[in-house]
């Protein structure tokens, strides 16, 4: 069973930034795509940041420049330094991770490519 579990949400005013981190199993880290999503209230979930398991990135466009994802091997953790946070970037941030991995198609990977989810964390960006 892959179980995911983010934490490091909170409340930031615009420009600031936030860390979030997505601890899982050795296994999970070791062989699965894991990737961020965010949703936001009557909006469907999106694609923000993405990782497979040999450091290939993959960014939603909002994203770029400003989002950071990362592993650290040592925690079998993937992070999401999130710089320069903007009101719409609010949201519940949600870790996932499947087996195969649409980074290496060379697409941005959607919902329906990962099987697994962690609960979530709460983003609010304030102006």
């Known amino acids: 069973q892959v179980q995911l579990m983010e934490s490091g949400g909170g409340s930031v005013q615009a420009g600031g930034s936030l860390r979030l981190s997505c601890i899982t199993s050795?296994?999970?880290?070791?062989?699965?795509?894991l990737g961020w999503f965010r949703q936001a209230p009557g909006k469907e979930r999106e694609g923000v940041a993405h990782s497979d398991s040999s450091g290939r990135t993959m960014y939603v466009d909002s994203a770029k420049g400003r989002f950071t994802i990362y592993r650290n091997n040592t925690e079998n953790t993937v992070f999401l330094q999130m710089n320069d946070l903007k009101p719409e970037d609010s949201g519940v941030y949600y870790c996932a991770a499947s087996k195969w991995c649409a980074v290496i198609t060379g697409r941005l990977p959607l919902v329906n490519d990962y099987n697994y989810w962690g609960q979530g964390t709460q983003v609010t960006v304030f102006s």
């Open positions: 050795e296994y999970t880290y070791k062989n699965y795509c």
